[in-house]
């Protein structure tokens, strides 16, 4: 009785998440630096829209509109934008794929987002530590029907090479590469470490070693996180107690590589190679989102191991939310546009609005035809 209500709800819910669409593009802006009394280029709406004011010192002034699924300003808390994602952890729990990426120029807050600020509190924590701890709150309610296994994995791809970030001296060595063969029991890199985990706690002792061999590499001068992708990976087996039917999900959650372009004159050498690989798996998963939310018949996952790796988690039944960060400074304005224009590629809202453009046309076209043919009628008469 009762359970198949919850059952009957659970499936009513996905259809209602699914008839909203699989993709959806949130915007954060971040509080503007230094002194309080910088303006800021940015303004946002509680409808989605995003508006950049370009200060006539920057050439024309001049506004420009952005909408997406929903805008976050600079005093949204961690927990607000947390808020609407909650939907799409209970999904993964239900058997679905998700991708949650953060994306944006080095400084817009993307690791903000995705991890919290350096002193992580229960206040300032980031959209990793609400998803695990929600999967596993969400979890333990079901432990009468379905009993969960959860583990994870964390790699960094840096210059179309995979890492493993779960590796434990890999502080003091230099840790191995690991190739990606897609999809060999349910996993997508089987050779870096899937650690199972029954807590926040485990989770959050494995983040930081993750974070840790990811500073490997890094210097003052050379920060190698803003370079490369990190993806934590949260694989889910759910086990139906009463009928032993099994269900799998995976969560990706993905702070991105910087998203801005390097002055010509600076990239070279290294720099130049990093930009050049970023460059081409930042719009290798924009061509893979586009043509899901265009729904075409072939969707070029093979450009970039980023799209590789997170291939079964993008398209089909799956759901992706990118939350796109923006730096509210003046300074940032060249950056800030390329990087909503990216977003709205992306975006399902816009191609919605168009198609929804397009059948108003047709309706007029329609009315315009019945008006006429009625005119014709009444002049026969
Ligand atoms: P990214 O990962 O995109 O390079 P960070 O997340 O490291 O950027 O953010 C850059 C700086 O701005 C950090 O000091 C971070 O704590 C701060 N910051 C970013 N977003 C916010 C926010 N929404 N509120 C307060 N501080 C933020
Ligand atoms: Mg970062």
Do not use: W
């Not at 954060?28 to 946002?44: C, E, I, M, T, W």
Request: net charge positive.
């Amino acid at each position: 009785g009762y359970q198949r209500v919850l059952e009957e709800n659970r499936k009513l819910y996905n259809q209602v998440q699914d008839l909203k669409g699989n993709i959806r593009v949130y915007c954060r802006v971040r509080p503007v630096k230094g002194q309080s009394n910088k303006l800021s280029s940015v303004d946002h709406k509680d409808d989605g829209s995003i508006t950049i004011i370009t200060p006539s010192k920057y050439g024309k002034e001049g506004r420009k509109s952005f909408t997406f699924n929903k805008a976050f300003g600079p005093s949204a808390s961690q927990a607000e934008v947390f808020a609407d994602t909650q939907p799409l952890i209970r999904s993964v729990l239900d058997g679905y794929n998700v991708c949650i990426f953060a994306y944006g120029q080095t400084g817009s807050g993307k690791t903000h987002t995705m991890t919290g600020p350096d002193v992580i509190t229960e206040k300032t924590m980031g959209v990793n530590y609400r998803a695990l701890s929600d999967l596993f709150m969400i979890s333990d309610q079901r432990k009468d029907t379905i009993s969960y296994d959860i583990s994870v994995q964390m790699i960094e791809i840096y210059n179309e090479q995979v890492r493993d970030l779960l590796v434990a001296d890999g502080v003091n060595k230099r840790y191995p590469f690991y190739y990606m063969l897609v999809s060999q029991n349910g996993l997508n890199v089987p050779d870096a470490n899937l650690v199972p985990v029954k807590s926040s706690s485990d989770v959050i002792s494995l983040m930081n070693l993750g974070q840790k061999n990811r500073a490997v590499g890094s210097t003052a001068m050379n920060d190698r996180s803003s370079r490369s992708h990190s993806c934590l990976t949260v694989h889910v087996q759910g086990k139906n107690l009463s009928s032993g039917t099994l269900l799998r999900g995976c969560m990706h959650l993905v702070d991105l590589a910087g998203s801005e372009r390097v002055e010509k004159t600076e990239a070279v050498g290294e720099r130049l190679k990093e930009a050049q690989h970023i460059n081409k798996s930042l719009s290798a998963l924009g061509d893979v989102i586009s043509s899901l939310a265009q729904k075409n018949a072939h969707v070029p996952y093979r450009n970039s191991k980023l799209t590789q790796l997170l291939q079964d988690s993008l398209g089909g039944q799956a759901k992706t939310l990118m939350f796109v960060h923006i730096a509210p400074e003046h300074d940032a304005i060249g950056e800030t546009i390329s990087t909503l224009k990216f977003a709205e590629r992306v975006s399902s809202v816009e191609l919605g609005a168009a198609r929804a453009n397009k059948e108003n046309s047709d309706v007029k076209e329609l009315k315009e035809q019945i008006a006429s043919l009625k005119a014709a009628l009444a002049r026969k008469e």
